[in-house]
């Protein structure tokens, strides 16, 4: 059993860290404060490959695989989770997901422009009434000709507003269970009758789209089905089990900048003589955050470790999804108080973080999803 | 739990105006950071800025449970609203009715009591926060005036406020025994106020920052004597204290009524989730804590009214209630799914308003100190 990274993701590590200082950190404050989608930064990323980690190298990626998605998630999330989750969509739920079930064309037509970054990916499978519930989605797509028709709406689609290329899970028949009768199918947002509706006026995580997807008698060609012909869900379960992993890095890189953050502030800030780090109260809240991340770090790590060996992930997916974002919130809630009434306003980044991982414990299966999810697997 | 026929009709009253005139608005002050005038006008005009303070002062002449009950009820649909009516009442309003002379009194009291201006507490400074003691401010004694220089920060209702409470220190290096508190005017000459930072959450309340560049203060606006203002703020607190434990209470009481309302309605799995058991043991957990909040605050109201020793029991309140308000909201949002986190289902915003609670005229770390003070010497 081995705990230490290998050298080459170190030096991955070292790369991020390198670039998130550099390029990410700096405005991330500003790009929450005006809703603002960091194009700039997207393209200086998929320069040292961040947009293509989990694609093979013959299409354009850099193949590196889930744990070093994993660093990459965690990192960049210290100082913006909002390109956290941007990239986190990007690469587990949509570069692996067409790596893993595409065909052969249709690799060669997407991968490598999605491991440019010249198409900006984004999942769609939630809608008004498919939440937790995600089998009970309604879009439909009827098959006409060489074509399927899609008729229906998205709800609170990442990147939507950015993005190139659509995985979008759709009911191709209405069966018993409602699970079987979904297909899933690449979608261009050039094809007609395809929009954009609502944006969403988010808390947190503010420099991202999230958005409702409307199709209209929108067609997509047959070729554009990923996987076969109602057996969609099944595409859409293993790419959760990836998106989990990345969440649960998203919520640990927050969860790592609100201890760093708590750290410096108690060195520094005095009150009774003393910096506040002389406090039992402070330094129990400090040791209690850096266990606790230290636990979910543990598990994300595992759970990364066996996606990348192809063993089955599920379990340990929904246990590091759920610890890390339950860390991330309560560390992000103990960041602020640890500020005070200066945590309270925008002269530090806690309030950010306070306001950005609290999405951690809904998005990509919430704490209650994931709990059934586990118990079922632990008690069959 | 049993309220007078006034106490329950004050209720009514406020959750009827809270429902009517403040929740349409809560939404967009919070996003644009606008302080409420109008909705803060018709407070005065129903009297609730003076709810505690006798007719004579031109106040509402109710009791403590009252004024507990309306920052509650307004708490319960915009804590940005409930936070104005406590810092007004609880932190200057009420201080100079009950700590300054007759003469202070009259003069101050009855246009802060009929709403003519908001009232406000200058205590915290840069360096003085939960070390409250650590004040930097100074005034010194210049013939028949106090000479001001200092600044402080984080002060609700800063700039909506015509009359101030100021900490200061008359004397240097005695600690605590050397600060005293006066009334200062708004037109006080090198006196300026400067709108606060932006804010996580209680984004309609007004706060700012308090700059005193000799500022010249009357002596007869010193409360009591020279050296007694710590004492006197403690006793603040110890009210103010059960206005934020009401504020909190509101608000998780606010977000629980919204989590009931989804809970009911939305369907998933063929059922409404409040059927799933994790969700309805969610609800159970949160009304208890609630229900318990609701306990303390009132009682420590209670004490208040009764003119028995409330300082305990007002830490207990304001950190329990508090705490459980940030349980509370964070489950409402849970409980709401992706909608919660969104602007539009009120719930994300209470959960920010609450953080407010934990942090502000007190935070949970020093209502446990006092509480274990007051342990240790029993």
Redesign the interface.
């Given at each position: 059993m081995r705990f230490e990274l290998s050298e080459e993701l170190m030096l991955l590590q070292e790369t991020v860290k390198s670039f998130t200082t550099a390029e990410v950190a700096p405005k991330a404050a500003e790009r929450d404060r005006k809703g603002e989608f960091p194009h700039d930064i997207l393209k200086a990323a998929s320069d040292l490959g961040f947009l293509g980690m989990t694609i093979p190298e013959k299409y354009g990626g850099v193949e590196m695989g889930n744990l070093a998605l994993s660093l990459l998630i965690e990192e960049i999330s210290r100082a913006d989770a909002s390109l956290g989750v941007t990239l986190s969509v990007h690469n587990s739920l949509i570069g692996s997901t067409l790596t893993h079930h595409g065909t052969d064309e249709q690799k060669e037509k997407y991968l490598p422009r999605v491991a440019s970054g010249e198409l900006l990916g984004a999942y769609a499978l939630t809608e008004s009434n498919a939440g937790t519930d995600a089998a009970n989605l309604g879009l439909k797509a009827e098959k006409k000709g060489d074509h399927y028709v899609l008729n229906g709406s998205k709800l609170f689609i990442t990147n939507g507003l950015e993005a190139g290329l659509f995985i979008v899970f759709a009911r191709t028949s209405q069966e018993d269970k409602k699970s079987r009768g979904v297909t899933c199918f690449l979608v261009e947002p050039s094809y007609s009758g395809f929009s954009i509706g609502t944006e969403e006026e988010k808390m947190g995580i503010r420099a991202t789209s999230t958005v409702e997807l409307l199709f209209d008698e929108c067609p997509v060609p047959a070729e554009n089905i990923l996987g076969e012909v109602g057996k969609g869900f099944r595409i859409a379960m293993w790419a959760l089990d990836g998106g989990r992993i990345g969440v649960g890095s998203q919520a640990l890189g927050i969860a790592q900048a609100c201890l760093d953050a708590s750290l410096k502030y108690a060195k520094e800030r005095e009150q009774f003589n003393r910096p506040i780090a002389a406090f039992q109260a402070i330094q129990w809240k400090l040791a209690e955050m850096a266990t606790e991340i230290e636990a979910a770090r543990l598990l994300i790590r595992k759970a990364a470790w066996l996606r990348d060996k192809g063993l089955d992930c599920t379990s340990f997916a929904c246990m590091a999804k759920m610890k890390a974002s339950e860390v991330c919130v309560n560390a992000a809630d103990e960041a602020v108080q640890i500020h005070g009434g200066a945590g309270y306003t925008k002269e530090f980044p806690v309030e950010r973080y306070f306001r950005d991982s609290r999405i951690t414990k809904i998005y990509e299966g919430t704490s209650e999803a994931v709990r059934m999810v586990l118990a079922r697997r632990l008690l069959s | 739990m049993q309220l007078t026929e006034e106490q329950a009709m004050i209720r009514e009253t406020v959750r009827k105006f809270a429902l009517e005139e403040v929740e349409p608005l809560a939404i967009e002050i919070d996003?644009d950071h606008i302080f409420p005038e109008k909705t803060v006008a018709k407070m005065a005009e129903m009297g609730l800025l003076g709810i505690n303070i006798s007719q004579e002062f031109g106040g509402a002449g109710m009791d403590d449970m009252c004024y507990t009950i309306a920052v509650e009820e307004l708490g319960r649909v915009c804590g940005s609203t409930g936070l104005t009516l406590a810092a007004h009442i609880s932190l200057c309003t009420y201080p100079i009715y009950a700590f300054a002379s007759d003469e202070q009194k009259r003069k101050y009291v009855p246009d802060l009591a009929k709403g003519r201006f908001l009232g406000a507490f200058g205590l915290?400074e840069p360096?003085a926060?939960?070390?409250a003691g650590?004040t930097q401010t100074v005034a010194v004694k210049k013939g028949d005036t106090y000479v001001l220089n200092g600044s402080k920060?984080?002060i609700t209702n800063a700039q909506h406020a015509g009359t101030f409470i100021i900490t200061a220190v008359t004397e240097k290096g005695i600690g605590t025994r050397g600060i005293s508190a006066f009334i200062v005017e708004r037109d006080t000459p090198g006196f300026k106020v400067n709108k606060?930072?932006?804010?996580?959450?209680m984004r309609g309340s007004d706060w700012g920052e308090l700059y005193f560049e000799d500022a010249p203060i009357p002596a007869e606006n010193l409360i009591g004597k020279e050296g007694e203002g710590f004492k006197m703020f403690m006793k603040t607190l110890d009210g103010g204290r059960i206005s934020i434990g009401a504020l909190a209470l509101g608000i998780a009481q606010g977000a629980l009524d919204k989590a009931l309302k989804y809970a009911k309605e939305r369907?998933?799995?063929d059922e409404a989730i409040i059927e799933?058991q994790?969700?309805a043991f969610k609800l159970a957990e949160m009304s208890t804590k609630i229900v318990a909040a609701r306990h303390l605050v009132y009682d420590a109201a209670r004490r208040k009214i009764a003119g028995e020793p409330f300082s305990l029991q007002s830490a207990y309140a304001k950190y329990f209630a508090s705490e459980i308000a940030?349980e509370v909201t964070?489950e409402a949002?849970?409980i709401h799914?992706?909608y919660?986190?969104?602007?539009?289902y009120h719930v994300?915003r209470y959960?920010?308003d609450a953080?407010?609670c934990?942090?502000?005229e007190g935070?949970?770390?020093i209502q446990?100190l006092v509480i274990a003070r007051t342990l240790a010497k029993m």
């Amino acid at each position: 059993m081995r705990f230490e990274l290998s050298e080459e993701l170190m030096l991955l590590q070292e790369t991020v860290k390198s670039f998130t200082t550099a390029e990410v950190a700096p405005k991330a404050a500003e790009r929450d404060r005006k809703g603002e989608f960091p194009h700039d930064i997207l393209k200086a990323a998929s320069d040292l490959g961040f947009l293509g980690m989990t694609i093979p190298e013959k299409y354009g990626g850099v193949e590196m695989g889930n744990l070093a998605l994993s660093l990459l998630i965690e990192e960049i999330s210290r100082a913006d989770a909002s390109l956290g989750v941007t990239l986190s969509v990007h690469n587990s739920l949509i570069g692996s997901t067409l790596t893993h079930h595409g065909t052969d064309e249709q690799k060669e037509k997407y991968l490598p422009r999605v491991a440019s970054g010249e198409l900006l990916g984004a999942y769609a499978l939630t809608e008004s009434n498919a939440g937790t519930d995600a089998a009970n989605l309604g879009l439909k797509a009827e098959k006409k000709g060489d074509h399927y028709v899609l008729n229906g709406s998205k709800l609170f689609i990442t990147n939507g507003l950015e993005a190139g290329l659509f995985i979008v899970f759709a009911r191709t028949s209405q069966e018993d269970k409602k699970s079987r009768g979904v297909t899933c199918f690449l979608v261009e947002p050039s094809y007609s009758g395809f929009s954009i509706g609502t944006e969403e006026e988010k808390m947190g995580i503010r420099a991202t789209s999230t958005v409702e997807l409307l199709f209209d008698e929108c067609p997509v060609p047959a070729e554009n089905i990923l996987g076969e012909v109602g057996k969609g869900f099944r595409i859409a379960m293993w790419a959760l089990d990836g998106g989990r992993i990345g969440v649960g890095s998203q919520a640990l890189g927050i969860a790592q900048a609100c201890l760093d953050a708590s750290l410096k502030y108690a060195k520094e800030r005095e009150q009774f003589n003393r910096p506040i780090a002389a406090f039992q109260a402070i330094q129990w809240k400090l040791a209690e955050m850096a266990t606790e991340i230290e636990a979910a770090r543990l598990l994300i790590r595992k759970a990364a470790w066996l996606r990348d060996k192809g063993l089955d992930c599920t379990s340990f997916a929904c246990m590091a999804k759920m610890k890390a974002s339950e860390v991330c919130v309560n560390a992000a809630d103990e960041a602020v108080q640890i500020h005070g009434g200066a945590g309270y306003t925008k002269e530090f980044p806690v309030e950010r973080y306070f306001r950005d991982s609290r999405i951690t414990k809904i998005y990509e299966g919430t704490s209650e999803a994931v709990r059934m999810v586990l118990a079922r697997r632990l008690l069959s | 739990m049993q309220l007078t026929e006034e106490q329950a009709m004050i209720r009514e009253t406020v959750r009827k105006f809270a429902l009517e005139e403040v929740e349409p608005l809560a939404i967009e002050i919070d996003r644009d950071h606008i302080f409420p005038e109008k909705t803060v006008a018709k407070m005065a005009e129903m009297g609730l800025l003076g709810i505690n303070i006798s007719q004579e002062f031109g106040g509402a002449g109710m009791d403590d449970m009252c004024y507990t009950i309306a920052v509650e009820e307004l708490g319960r649909v915009c804590g940005s609203t409930g936070l104005t009516l406590a810092a007004h009442i609880s932190l200057c309003t009420y201080p100079i009715y009950a700590f300054a002379s007759d003469e202070q009194k009259r003069k101050y009291v009855p246009d802060l009591a009929k709403g003519r201006f908001l009232g406000a507490f200058g205590l915290t400074e840069p360096n003085a926060g939960s070390d409250a003691g650590g004040t930097q401010t100074v005034a010194v004694k210049k013939g028949d005036t106090y000479v001001l220089n200092g600044s402080k920060i984080f002060i609700t209702n800063a700039q909506h406020a015509g009359t101030f409470i100021i900490t200061a220190v008359t004397e240097k290096g005695i600690g605590t025994r050397g600060i005293s508190a006066f009334i200062v005017e708004r037109d006080t000459p090198g006196f300026k106020v400067n709108k606060g930072d932006e804010k996580l959450g209680m984004r309609g309340s007004d706060w700012g920052e308090l700059y005193f560049e000799d500022a010249p203060i009357p002596a007869e606006n010193l409360i009591g004597k020279e050296g007694e203002g710590f004492k006197m703020f403690m006793k603040t607190l110890d009210g103010g204290r059960i206005s934020i434990g009401a504020l909190a209470l509101g608000i998780a009481q606010g977000a629980l009524d919204k989590a009931l309302k989804y809970a009911k309605e939305r369907v998933q799995f063929d059922e409404a989730i409040i059927e799933q058991q994790a969700i309805a043991f969610k609800l159970a957990e949160m009304s208890t804590k609630i229900v318990a909040a609701r306990h303390l605050v009132y009682d420590a109201a209670r004490r208040k009214i009764a003119g028995e020793p409330f300082s305990l029991q007002s830490a207990y309140a304001k950190y329990f209630a508090s705490e459980i308000a940030m349980e509370v909201t964070s489950e409402a949002i849970q409980i709401h799914g992706g909608y919660g986190y969104t602007r539009d289902y009120h719930v994300e915003r209470y959960w920010r308003d609450a953080k407010l609670c934990t942090i502000g005229e007190g935070t949970s770390e020093i209502q446990k100190l006092v509480i274990a003070r007051t342990l240790a010497k029993m």
